[in-house]
């Protein structure tokens, strides 16, 4: 009976230290702003200011901008300032634009909008 009694006490704390080498040790510590970003995210981020940009770029846009007052610079650097969530409406909105050269009203009022959401940056 003690023979036993030993022997099952042996083996529980054998398996007892069979599964405290299992357990993975926990660790906390601090992550930097990148890390709490997914990269998929950063990356759309940046392909919506990059439309942004290229469509700011573009010749008729400029002049229209040019002919409300605001230079190419200053039009660049309110950009730049822009928030991810206003970069990435306005870039969706710029995938809706037509192609070709003609641009509706709403195409218009939209120029108009980036043009008033630029001002109102500085």
Same mark, same amino acid.
Do not use: Y
């Given at each position: 009976?003690?023979?036993?009694?030993?022997?099952?006490?042996?083996? =529980?704390?054998?398996?007892?230290?069979?599964?405290?080498? @299992?357990?993975?040790?926990?660790?906390?510590?601090?992550?930097?702003?990148?890390? %709490?970003?997914?990269?998929?995210? @950063?990356? @759309?981020?940046?392909? #919506?200011?990059?439309?942004?940009?290229?469509?700011?770029?573009?010749?008729?846009?400029?002049?229209?901008?040019?002919?409300?007052?605001?230079?190419?610079?200053?039009? $660049?650097?309110?950009?730049?300032?822009?928030?991810?969530?206003?970069?990435?409406?306005? %870039?969706? $909105? =710029?995938?809706?634009?037509?192609?070709?050269?003609?641009?509706? #009203?709403?195409?218009? =009022?939209?120029?108009?909008? =980036?043009?008033?959401?630029?001002?109102?940056?500085?």
């Amino acid at each position: 009976m003690k023979q036993s009694v030993f022997f099952t006490r042996g083996l =529980i704390a054998l398996f007892a230290a069979a599964m405290v080498g @299992q357990v993975s040790l926990a660790r906390a510590e601090m992550i930097g702003p990148e890390a %709490a970003v997914p990269a998929q995210a @950063q990356t @759309q981020a940046e392909q #919506d200011r990059a439309k942004v940009e290229a469509f700011m770029d573009r010749a008729n846009v400029k002049e229209r901008m040019q002919a409300m007052g605001v230079s190419g610079l200053v039009a $660049r650097d309110r950009v730049g300032s822009l928030t991810q969530e206003e970069v990435h409406a306005l %870039a969706q $909105r =710029i995938d809706t634009l037509p192609a070709g050269g003609a641009l509706s #009203d709403s195409d218009l =009022i939209l120029i108009v909008l =980036i043009a008033v959401l630029v001002a109102l940056v500085i």
